[in-house]
């Protein structure tokens, strides 16, 4: 089983451009996978955990509802954000500067296979990472993603998280807000969810802003302790 995880910190990029990206890197882990099976071979399967900021756009997961999207096309092109339907789970979301997009691409053959588990890692890392920070964050029963204040009428959702899968390769991920512009969420209904905040990071702490590296750091740590992985830095950064 192969551990080692290629990180790659995309800075600031479209939404399309690293959905496209994403897409290349499970497409070639998954034809490994297909052609270890094929030729009865044992070639390893790489991995990869991507981090990225993105300009102000609406994703809407495979089994959303459009009807989350408060916004039309004009309105849209107002705000300057952008739309897209995509392949993972979950309905809608915002993501958009201050905000940090985690994307890990693995073959969970490598860790465990186990798509339940690996959303609870996932949610673990952020509620690790909050504690750093004196933020008592936990889970919402039925509703994937990372809570402040649940089974209160000031229930919060600071991270959202959708993810797709296939042959045990994973895409797509979490969106933690840092130092996001929170207004943006009030043109959906975040995930589906009525009724149900959301906040940043910048927000609990009542700052103007949080380092953002000093973050990433926090999340790469606690992901390395959780899925005993090893991070290499990615040829070329």
Known sequence: MNKKVIFQDLGYMDY??????QESLFKAILDIKINNRRENTQLATPNYFLFVE???VYTLGKSGDMENLLLNQTQL???GASFYKINRGGDITYHGPGQIVGYPILDLDNFFTDIHKYLRFLEEVIILTLDEYGIKATRSEGETGVWIDVGTPFARKICAMGVRASRWVTMHGFALNVNANLGYFDNIIPCGIRGKGVTSLNVELGQA???LGEVKDKLLKHFQQLFQANFVEAVGQ
């Open 77 to 79: 092109a107002q705000k």
């Open 209 to 211: 802003e949080v380092p």
């Open 54 to 56: 993105h300009p102000h």
């Open 16 to 21: 399309k451009e690293t959905w496209d990206y």
